[in-house]
């Protein structure tokens, strides 16, 4: 393989341990599985046998940048790679490409989960995925799977136990809102915003009761503003307080803020009730802070999860064996990744169609990938 810009993610990705035995007789170089998985999925591929098709399909292209002693792998030996591979030393090597390529991080870390619900069968209930979201660069920072049997508490601790979260501003929506969870991000030298439900019944109403205390007061700090998008009028009223004398500082380390946001939706003729969702933080916000926050913690949803869905077919995805379906999707935010931190092609269109770019065009899928300046 050429020494190329590519070379910091193979770098961290030779530090997985291949799988297979070496007393089966392996034939195919296993970081040139990976990095032509890679390839694939940056072309348009998004499932093993695509991916398989892809690569012998584009091997002249391939052996410019790899050496291929044996062609390209087949589908059944793509397939039985990402099943055993350790999906724990994937995420390690991917955290630490991640660390090296993206520059000092501000603003928002969203911190949300989604099922990937193409794998599950059988009766296995599909994976669920908690991810860390920078928000104002649109990258994955690390990816948790959730224990079976288990919940997003468990796994946002590990998740941000890996992140380097100095500085940053954790949003986190009420699964989240936990104690522990609190004191983790303070103690690693970040700030919180976790929404509050009724799974915290006693903060829920102080916070409550606070906000029609000082309903009428001066002392509310207060931004409207009107969201529109795809014909849909959203009205919002952010509204904010200070936390002294209305949290526990005992139990939610030092809390600063709380905050409430009331939401009308209109779409079309349809008009929703109105929604009322309330907050807290460790951060001293003004009330328009508050609502840039919670709308960049928005952005996981349609930056992240829809993408993974619509642009990389992830819930259509049947892959449902060991451990093929994390590394897959862990695989998909490397892609992405990619492509959001790209800055050699200028042309302004959706993620879907920088895929299609670069399945069309060698010459764009080299320069995502750095492979050629």
């Known amino acids: 393989m050429t020494k190329t810009k590519v070379a910091s993610l193979v770098c961290c990705l030779g530090e997985v341990d291949d799988p297979r035995k070496p007393s089966n ?10 990095v032509i998985a890679i390839a694939a999925v940056l072309s348009d591929c998004d499932t093993i046998e695509d ?10 292209w391939l052996r410019k940048f790899l050496v291929l002693r044996n062609g390209v792998a087949s589908e059944k030996t793509f397939l039985r790679i990402f099943q055993a591979l350790d999906p724990k030393q994937f995420e390690t090597a991917f955290r630490r490409w991640v660390a090296g390529v993206v520059s000092t991080l501000t ?10 619900r193409g794998s599950g069968s059988g ?40 992140l380097h979260i100095n500085g940053l501003l954790v949003s986190i929506d009420a699964m989240g809102c936990q104690k522990n ?30 906000f ?18 795809h014909g849909r009028i959203v009205g919002q009223i952010a509204s904010v307080l200070p936390a ?19 939401s009308l939706r209109k779409v079309g003729d349809q008009e929703s009730d109105l929604e009322r969702r ?65 800055t050699t092609d200028k042309t302004k269109c959706s993620v879907r169609m920088k895929r299609k770019r670069a399945a069309w065009n060698d010459r764009i899928r080299e320069k995502i990938l750095g492979l050629t300046p």
């Open 107 to 116: 603003g928002v870390l969203g911190v949300d989960g989604k099922t990937v």
């Open 278 to 342: 309330y907050y807290i933080s460790s951060r001293e916000l003004t009330a328009e802070q508050l609502a840039a926050a919670v709308r960049s913690h928005w952005g996981i949803e349609n930056r992240l999860h829809w993408v993974l869905d619509v642009s990389f077919g992830e819930d259509a995805s049947t892959v449902r064996k060991d451990n093929a379906p994390q590394n897959l999707s862990l695989l998909k935010k490397i892609v992405l990744n990619l492509i959001r931190l790209d």
């Open 212 to 229: 029609i205390d000082q309903y009428p007061s001066e002392e509310v700090d207060r931004h409207r503003q009107v969201l529109t998008s």
């Open 244 to 262: 002294e004398g209305v949290v526990n500082l005992a139990d939610w380390p030092k809390c600063k803020t709380i905050g409430l946001i009331d």
């Open 123 to 162: 009766g296995e209930s599909p994976i669920h995925m908690v991810s860390a979201f920078a928000t104002e660069l649109g990258v994955v920072l690390g990816q948790e799977k959730v224990a079976s049997k288990s919940n997003e508490i468990t796994a946002i601790p590990e998740l941000l136990k890996a």
């Open 51 to 60: 991916i398989a098709e892809w690569g012998r399909t584009k091997e002249a």
């Open 181 to 210: 969870i609190a004191g983790q991000i303070t103690d690693q030298e970040g700030d919180y915003l976790l929404a509050v439900k009724e799974n915290q019944p006693k903060l829920l109403e102080a916070i409550k009761t606070e």
């Open 25 to 34: 007789g392996t034939l195919h170089d296993f970081l040139e599985i990976l």
